[in-house]
């Protein structure tokens, strides 16, 4: 049970090039989401999803994802700015409450993405 | 729109003494929950303590129990016994009760906690 698995690990992109950060989890949760985490800024929701099929966005520029199938919630940067330089952070629960002690929110380990 | 702060960047604290970690928000929410996570290097997000607004006792989870002023809109986490696996950054998180497609978790800027043997 690998958990929530994002790939990749760190990635170098020019301005203006897009790229899809990867995330999978194999724990059949219904909810995930996308954060991302800055220094001295915590965690901001990007983008969630409570189930397969369904999406919805918290911040509206430079995001794109999709949810084809319960397993994967990729994030897509169209045309990446130095801006969104940061570490993102993909997590999944259970159900839409995840807040509870029998159905926490499983983060995965982050990708740490660099804007040049 | 609501706003969780953790004003405190680091702690520190010796092993088996006690620590407490402040957090205050802003809501015009009545009824919402209130969160400290636990983020160790690996980034994985533990759920350490939740409490309901509704609910006038604080909770309490082993060696973790918070403060919660909701007239102060203040909800602090005390650390009893610390010992050198609680090192890790905390988040303070917020979400208002009502049920929905956006039931979302706010989060504080975070508190690195760190033990000393």
Not at chain 1, 44 to 67: C, F, H, M, Q, W
Not at chain 2, 2 to 16: R, Y
Not at chain 2, 22 to 41: H, R, V
């Amino acid at each position: 049970n690998a958990g929530v698995t994002q790939t990749p690990k760190f990635h170098i992109l020019k301005t203006g090039q897009s790229m899809t950060l990867q995330c999978a989890q194999d724990m059949n949760h219904g909810y995930m989401s996308w954060y991302r985490q800055d220094p001295g800024m915590g965690l901001r929701l990007i983008y969630y999803s409570a189930a397969a099929g369904t999406t919805d966005k918290e911040v509206p520029n430079g995001y794109n994802v999709s949810r084809l199938n319960t397993e994967d919630f990729p994030l897509r940067l169209v045309s990446a700015a130095p801006s969104q330089t940061s570490v993102y952070l993909c997590a999944s629960s259970k159900t839409r409450l995840p807040w509870t002690y029998n159905s926490p929110l499983h983060f995965g380990n982050g990708t740490r993405l660099t804007v040049t | 729109a609501q706003t969780v702060t953790q004003s405190q960047p680091e702690m520190s604290v010796q092993e088996a003494e006690t620590v407490t970690l402040s957090c205050t928000y802003d809501t015009s929410e009545s009824d919402y929950y209130l969160f400290w996570y636990k983020q160790p290097p690996s980034r994985q997000m533990i759920l350490v303590i939740r409490q309901e607004a509704y609910k006038q006792q604080n909770a309490t989870e082993n060696r973790f129990s918070v403060n919660f002023q909701k007239a102060a809109k203040s909800f602090s986490l005390k650390i009893s016994d610390s010992q050198l696996g609680d090192a890790a950054m905390y988040f303070c998180a917020y979400r208002r009760a009502r049920t929905g497609a956006n039931s979302k978790l706010t989060f504080g800027k975070g508190i690195t906690l760190s033990v000393r043997p």
